[in-house]
């Protein structure tokens, strides 16, 4: 059976290259909306995260509809921490969209993403998007991507993909670089005539892939897959089985089941071969979990996740305020919440210790373990997480650490700064190349090294740089790296802060704090210029005499407070702090609070030392 009507695509690009741009015009163009419809931008970016950032972190489905050809489309996300999202999506479908900046070009994850389709020898057209931009540079780009293409061993039909020339933004797509379209007609039609429909046994026993979980508050879990073979009805008897794990083999029912149509679920009685749906009725479903026909067990083979590269350890917070702001605080709360997480994110690995309060979450970098963080700080959870670190791996009895492709984009003036910085990281310069009034900078750096780079690497450029980076492979140890040069403020006292104190303090570094704000004895209240940690009293009260003296009684100026984003507390903190989390508040602290004991070690180290 060959379904003509069906084409099955996902979306790969760089992050902020517009794919979710794209799908908006797509869906506009293929008739989901009125034309009088008030439509907001970025649709398929649902998340409250999602739409702050301005990034994708969930792969989504859709569909449109195009000349009677039914379009199923997954917008994956582009940033190389949620790379697991894309991995696992790009099997249920037949072929990509390759999306390209029309000025930036191939980007670290532009390589990535297209590396796991290929291997997957999955079709490929090429968008170069974005061509109205003023330094649009898109002969070079289209030179950039078939190199890439020669780079990562395309075939040859691969090498032959088409080019469309795209304005994400304006709805327009062209056959010609230098023409523009006037609507997204050349893109539709290269899909349909290009991209092959999906063929399959639709007589044959049922066979499907789970490759994303959802939830639903009224029927559970919802599993969402392609059909590779055979027809699923609702109310039918299925059998569940795992490609890794042989042990598994379950009966189940399938209660419900749903097709995608524009930003729609629509509930089906059946669906047959290239369908994807998403359906409910089985409970303990996971992703990569094959659903078959009882009388024809066989799990299908999922795709390796790539491994994580950084772990952090998250347990009950233990400060003074414990218990005060937040709704989950319990080691039992926090664990289910965590190992909740793994059924929904493939790419995460999350690991109990000898310690019942403390959990070893692995991931795969500060951003994709940052967005679980705050996640869960939104529904209510109080914990504490320390220094992010990474996983190190013994290689033919070589200790070797993880390191990254890094590409920065900025201005000429601020290279040497960035080459600077990035040396004393044991980064090592691969390439460098103008790109009109730019420069791009290609390193091959620790993965370590970019812990608490990005404020830097921004502080450096003035804002007008712009770096990412992705996962390149695992290289022998490169040694110490200092992380931080900064001391930290650390409060006398516990209390509340007052303009007194806080004007005495500040004359030792910035604060992070404000009048009135509550603080215990080992919270960190600022960042000291000197390396080491100096503690200050924001507590301390003026004394009240009835002595006046000339000019004593005037305003203390205090200077403006330091606020510290999550990823900024992350970047922050050394191995001997933590960072305690809770709905209302972030607070840096030792994880030591008492000052006597931290004397006490410090000093017994220093002795080991000499």
Same mark, same amino acid.
């Given at each position: 059976m060959i379904r003509n009507d069906l084409r099955n695509i996902a979306i790969i690009a760089h992050v902020d290259h517009g794919k979710t741009t794209l799908v908006d015009q797509m869906l506009k163009q293929g008739g989901a909306f009125r034309e009088n419809q008030q439509v907001a931008e970025r649709l398929m970016d649902t998340g409250d995260l999602e739409r702050e950032r301005g990034i994708t972190i969930l792969a989504k489905n859709t569909a449109c509809v195009y000349k009677d050809t039914t379009i199923n489309i997954v917008d994956t996300p582009g940033h190389a921490d949620f790379g697991g999202e894309v991995e696992r999506v790009l099997k249920m479908v037949d072929g990509v969209l390759l999306l390209v900046d029309a000025a930036e070009g191939p980007m670290p994850q532009t390589r990535f993403v297209l590396e796991k389709a290929l291997s997957l020898g999955l079709m490929l057209i090429v968008v170069v998007n974005k061509t109205d931009r003023p330094d649009a540079r898109i002969d070079e780009v289209v030179d950039e991507v078939l190199e890439?293409?020669?780079?990562?061993?395309?075939?040859?039909?691969?090498?032959?993909?088409? @080019?469309?020339?795209?304005?994400?933004?304006?709805?327009?797509?062209?056959?010609?670089?230098?023409?523009?379209?006037?609507?997204?007609?050349?893109?539709?039609?290269?899909?349909?005539?290009?991209?092959?429909?999906?063929?399959?046994?639709?007589?044959?026993?049922?066979?499907?892939?789970?490759?994303?979980?959802?939830?639903?508050?009224?029927?559970?879990?919802?599993?969402?897959?392609?059909?590779?073979?055979?027809?699923?009805?609702?109310?039918?008897?299925?059998?569940?089985?795992?490609?890794?794990?042989?042990?598994?083999?379950?009966?189940?029912?399938?209660?419900?089941?749903?097709?995608?149509?524009?930003?729609?679920?629509?509930?089906?009685?059946?669906?047959?071969?290239?369908?994807?749906?998403?359906?409910?009725?089985?409970?303990?479903?996971?992703?990569?979990?094959?659903?078959?026909?009882?009388?024809?067990?066989?799990?299908?083979?999922?795709?390796?996740?790539?491994?994580?590269?950084?772990? @952090?350890?998250?347990?009950?917070?233990?400060?003074?305020?414990?218990?005060?702001?937040?709704?989950?605080?319990?080691?039992?709360?926090?664990?289910?919440?965590?190992?909740?997480?793994?059924?929904?994110?493939?790419?995460?690995?999350?690991?109990?210790?000898?310690?019942?309060?403390?959990?070893?979450?692995?991931?795969?970098?500060?951003?994709?373990?940052?967005?679980?963080?705050?996640?869960?700080?939104?529904?209510?959870?109080?914990?504490?997480?320390?220094?992010?670190?990474?996983?190190?791996?013994?290689?033919?009895?070589?200790?070797?650490?993880?390191?990254?492709?890094?590409?920065?984009?900025?201005?000429?003036?601020?290279?040497?700064?960035?080459?600077?910085?990035?040396?004393?990281?044991?980064?090592?310069?691969?390439?460098?190349?103008?790109?009109?009034?730019?420069?791009?900078?290609?390193?091959?750096?620790?993965?370590?090294?970019?812990?608490?780079?990005?404020?830097?690497?921004?502080?450096?450029?003035?804002?007008?740089?712009? @770096?990412?980076?992705?996962?390149?492979?695992?290289?022998?140890?490169?040694?110490?790296?200092?992380?931080?040069?900064?001391?930290?403020?650390?409060?006398?006292?516990?209390?509340?802060?007052?303009?007194?104190?806080?004007?005495n303090a500040q004359e030792r570094g910035a604060l992070f704090i404000g009048p009135g704000e509550r603080v215990y004895a080992g919270m960190i209240v600022g960042a000291s210029p000197k390396s080491e940690d100096v503690v200050v009293n924001v507590c301390k009260k003026k004394h009240v005499t009835n002595m006046r003296a000339s000019g004593s009684d005037e305003a203390l100026r205090l200077t403006p407070r330091r606020e510290l984003s999550l990823e900024q507390c992350i970047e922050f903190l050394a191995e001997d702090e933590l960072l305690e989390v809770t709905p209302a508040s972030l607070r840096l602290r030792k994880k030591e609070l008492s000052h006597s004991q931290r004397a006490r070690e410090a000093s017994q180290k220093k002795g080991k030392t000499q």
């Open positions: 890439l293409l020669i780079d990562l061993g395309a075939s040859n039909e691969q090498l032959d993909s088409p @080019m469309i020339f795209c304005s994400g933004r304006a709805g327009t797509a062209s056959f010609s670089p230098h023409k523009p379209g006037s609507d997204l007609s050349p893109l539709f039609d290269t899909i349909i005539d290009y991209i092959r429909p999906p063929e399959g046994d639709e007589k044959g026993p049922l066979s499907l892939l789970v490759s994303c979980i959802d939830y639903n508050d009224y029927v559970g879990r919802e599993a969402i897959g392609r059909i590779e073979r055979g027809e699923m009805r609702v109310n039918s008897e299925v059998a569940v089985c795992d490609f890794h794990d042989t042990a598994l083999n379950k009966k189940a029912r399938v209660s419900a089941m749903f097709k995608f149509e524009d930003l729609r679920r629509v509930p089906v009685e059946s669906a047959t071969v290239g369908d994807i749906i998403a359906f409910s009725g089985i409970e303990d479903v996971n992703i990569g979990n094959t659903v078959c026909a009882p009388e024809a067990i066989e799990p299908l083979p999922f795709v390796k996740i790539s491994e994580p590269t950084v772990e @952090m350890t998250f347990s009950v917070n233990d400060s003074p305020f414990a218990g005060s702001e937040g709704k989950y605080v319990t080691s039992r709360q926090l664990s289910d919440r965590l190992f909740r997480e793994l059924l929904r994110d493939v790419s995460l690995i999350v690991e109990k210790t000898e310690r019942t309060d403390s959990f070893r979450v692995l991931g795969r970098g500060e951003m994709h373990l940052s967005i679980l963080i705050e996640t869960m700080r939104r529904e209510g959870y109080e914990f504490s997480v320390g220094a992010p670190g990474v996983l190190y791996k013994t290689i033919d009895g070589v200790l070797s650490e993880p390191c990254e492709r890094f590409v920065a984009d900025l201005p000429p003036d601020a290279v040497g700064a960035v080459m600077e910085k990035l040396g004393a990281r044991k980064g090592e310069l691969v390439s460098m190349e103008p790109l009109g009034s730019r420069v791009k900078l290609e390193f091959k750096i620790p993965s370590r090294g970019l812990f608490g780079y990005r404020s830097e690497f921004l502080t450096d450029t003035r804002g007008e740089g712009v @770096m990412s980076a992705v996962f390149d492979s695992y290289i022998p140890a490169k040694g110490e790296i200092q992380k931080r040069q900064q001391g930290a403020l650390i409060a006398y006292e516990t209390g509340e802060a007052v303009t007194y104190g806080l004007y």
